[in-house]
């Protein structure tokens, strides 16, 4: 799959086939208009684009500054390269950009930019200046720019918009199995190991503390997990437990992401490792003291064992 990150230098597409979304998750239901566009593209010997925005449109339009999204920019790029999509194109999305016209949306950019055969798009598309421009404003320029416009269903449309939702909706409560589910793959994320107060380490529970630098990251509810590590200077995954949580048995009060690794002892601090969400165990709790909370552990780890070992 190619990636182009601006429009400057594009080749030429030879029955350019485009469709054009925010794709975030890249879950079941917009794997539908991905394979959608793909028929399109293989029926008239064409080639397939994917037309996206960075950052999000809404940070720009609504200053919106605190979304929070399924997918980091690297994640998207590396979802689509398994979909079988030729083309990425990445649009950076900015207050200009935001102010053109929905005419000259459809003739400065899209066909200028991409000389479109098919464009794939839902019925309730908006784009241009304040959101003006439509599916019917898109076919009353078909025949004079040559190209067809093939509308996304409305009900695989209410399908992805309900799924996203959920999804979202599930991973802030921590309901990771029915996320995944509708994703269609495991939730993960990355962060880099930091030193922390190594209290773990003295009852025999190591863990590695996680900074998480992408603030757009959406990231699990507070709670013990079962998940899976993947370590890129051992280049292998460990199962482990994870707990995001204020820490309250030690008197914690800011939050905090810990993992430990199951039968892992290898120094790792300043790595980037991701983990891959698999299933919430329990919430946080706020024991008596240090030896109760070690017993919770080992309930825990035991836990988390047999979940990934299925």
Do not use: W
Not at 21 to 44: C, P, T, W, Y
Not at 104 to 120: G, R
Not at 177 to 196: C, H, P, Q, R
Not at 204 to 224: M, Q, R, W
């Amino acid at each position: 799959m190619n990636i182009y990150n601006n429009t400057d230098h594009l080749p030429h597409f030879e029955n350019a086939c485009i469709t054009i979304g925010s794709f975030d998750g890249l879950h079941k239901g917009h794997l539908k208009v991905i394979n959608q566009l793909r028929e399109e593209a293989k029926a008239v010997n064409g080639t397939s684009i994917v037309i996206t925005f960075y950052p999000h449109p809404k940070q720009i339009v609504n200053n919106d500054k605190a979304i929070t999204q399924l997918n980091t920019f690297e994640e998207k790029c590396n979802l689509f390269e398994n979909t079988g999509i030729e083309n990425l194109v990445v649009i950076p999305f900015t207050k200009q950009f935001a102010e053109m016209t929905a005419e000259n949306y459809i003739q400065d950019f899209l066909v200028k930019t991409f000389h479109p055969k098919i464009i794939v798009i839902g019925y309730d598309h908006k784009f241009g200046k304040n959101r003006t421009g439509d599916i019917t404003l898109l076919k009353n320029f078909a025949d004079q720019h040559h190209y067809k416009v093939k509308e996304i269903s409305e009900h695989l449309l209410n399908e992805i918009t309900i799924s996203s939702t959920k999804i979202r909706e599930r991973i802030s409560i921590g309901q990771i199995e029915t996320a995944n589910d509708l994703l269609g793959y495991v939730y993960s994320f990355s962060g880099k190991v930091i030193e922390g107060n190594k209290i773990g380490r003295t009852i025999d529970f190591p863990t590695a503390n996680i900074e998480v630098e992408n603030t757009e990251k959406l990231l699990p509810s507070i709670g013990v997990y079962a998940v899976s590590v993947f370590v890129p200077s051992q280049k292998d995954s460990y199962k482990g437990m994870m707990n995001i949580g204020l820490r309250p048995t030690i008197g914690g009060n800011s939050l905090t992401i810990e993992v430990h690794l199951i039968n892992f002892n290898q120094m790792i601090y300043g790595e980037e490792i991701r983990i891959f969400v698999k299933q919430k165990i329990r919430d946080e709790i706020k024991f008596e003291n240090i030896e109760h909370l070690k017993i919770q552990l080992i309930q825990d780890k035991i836990k988390a064992i047999e979940i990934l070992s299925n």
